[in-house]
């Protein structure tokens, strides 16, 4: 056996004197973690240094590189038509993936998506999509292969053979308070969205009280540096910046929000996730190639909304199920008559989380039909005793501290105000 070419203390050292890993360092210290020949509590004091010294792009290129090697490659070449895939950073009530998918599909795309469950205040896809009944997240690379033939669109979990090393470091980074360097969350995303074999990538990085980037500057920081790391690979990349200081829609949880993104699909819902779904789309589709095709269209003329039902049946899901309904529901009334001038998304992300929509640690269940319904968006006029939120769960104990988490969470000012809603695209980086 060859002699180990580093060892964990130096490796760590050199991070922490404010030193750049060697291409040779990163390799080695990635794979021996994988392995378990570097231990926890030594990748925790690493990746701990990273976060207070940062990384060059040249090393964040090495450390996404060494990850895609941890595990395999998914290669969609063989398919008839071109693949464009998604990823958002995590907001409230982001239910974009469930109408885009399929409306991707309806204009000639594959959308492989692999998606994950939700952990804290911010929902996870398969979560949302388990409320349907029967279907399933597993399948296997040549069940998403065949569905990617057939329907077009796949949104499944991701499988243990996919950068195995990202599952590791991302547990724990969880908990060791080290998930918010940009050089981590940037290739830790890109590794999985690489060795997926997408070959083009749209990603929505989210800014605001509901986001992991709180600030604009930081939200583009992160941005570029992932655009750079899927266009170092071949992958064609862009990213939007996209408000999530208010939640999305009129509705965060599980069951709640497929039936809003099923409105999407039959040509209604909200403005704004409609709004958001487009411009994905439109830059997907143009990201692969595909700019002769109008999603508008595809959304009014039903042919979005076939591509949804194909792809649930195909995962054993019945599209026209009825969803699960909470068994218990709660009326916050307005207090006063006027203009709703905010509606803090961290807050209402808290509130469903409470409820049951969400887990604590990433064993628990989570409830189908909890979560909350907001009857009015920052702009609209609400009056006073008129329905503000629907709180929902099965499990009543916990509306007080749901109630908790929106006190202070929204303003009402006096009747007339004008309100600027800001744009939901912020920016675009490619
Ligand atoms: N999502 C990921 O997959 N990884 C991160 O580090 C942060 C968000």
Redesign the pocket.
Known sequence: MSPQPHDAVEVISAKRDGGALSSSQIEWVLDAYTKGVVADEQMSALAMAILLNGMDRREIGDWTAAMIASGERMDFSALSRPTADKHS??GVGDKITLPLAPLVAACGVAVPQLS?RGLGHTGGTLDKLESIPGWRAALSNEEMMAQLESVGAVICAAGDGLAPA?KKL?AL?DVTGT?EAIP??AS??MS?KIAEGTGALVLDVKVGTGA?MKDVDRARELAEVMVALGTDAGVRTVALLTDMSVPLGLTAGNAIEVTESVEVLAGGGPADVVELTLALAREMLAAAGRTDVDPADKLADGSAMDAWKAMIRAQGGDPDATLPVARESHVVAAGSSGVLTRLDALSVGIAAWRLGAGRERKEDPVQAGAGIVWHARPGDEVTAGAPLFTLLTDTPARFDRALAALEGGYDIAAPGTSYEPGPIVIDRVS
Do not use: A, N, P
Request: proline share 0%; no cysteine.
């Open positions: 950073t995590g994950g990202d991302y980074r998930v981590l969350i830790s995303i999985k992991f």
